[in-house]
């Protein structure tokens, strides 16, 4: 990752207040939830920051949640219960001033190795992602993610 950090827990120590992904939802949950679900444990962000600061240059959140056979692909539907375990991929997102450097598919491994470790010690199918744009669609599509049957915007990356 370079001139950006490890990922690591998102803490208190972390400078969130100048961190613009140019995507208001995310910048606003960011800034107002995420220490807040990481506390109660409803979700997990981890931050990459700038080399030599506290500065977040981008994030990841993962949580856990189940899809509908209905709404999964074939793939996962196979032999599972119904609703099927997943980790959601809750949000991810870049800092403008890194954009275009392959930050966000590192981010995007990172969370994937991260899944493929849990799934190791306890039961889980898939990792899900509801995609905000299209833009976001392509971007995890390119990254091996398949869409849903049913909803637009709903991606899935069978776990081993």
């Known amino acids: ?4 950090t490890a ?27 995420g220490l807040k679900n990481q506390a109660l444990g409803a979700a997990r962000t981890f931050v990459v920051c700038k080399t030599g600061t506290k500065q977040v240059a981008g994030f990841y959140s993962l949580a856990t949640g189940s899809v509908n056979h209905v709404e999964a692909t074939g793939s996962l539907r196979r032999n599972m219960p119904d609703p099927i375990p997943v980790i959601i991929l809750a949000r991810l997102a870049i800092d403008v001033s890194f954009r275009g450097k392959g930050l966000g598919a590192d981010l995007l491994h990172d969370a994937v190795l991260r899944c493929y470790r849990v799934a190791e010690n306890i039961g ?9 744009t299209e833009q976001a669609k392509s971007f995890y599509l390119h990254h091996g993610f398949k869409a849903s049957q049913t909803q637009e915007r709903t991606l899935f990356l069978k776990l081993p």
């Open 7 to 33: 990922p690591e827990p998102l803490s208190s120590s972390h400078q969130l207040a100048e961190f613009v992904s140019g995507e208001a939802v995310l910048d606003d949950w960011f800034k107002q939830r």
């Open 1 to 4: 990752m370079g001139c950006v």
């Open 124 to 132: 889980v199918r898939a990792i899900m992602v509801h995609a905000l």
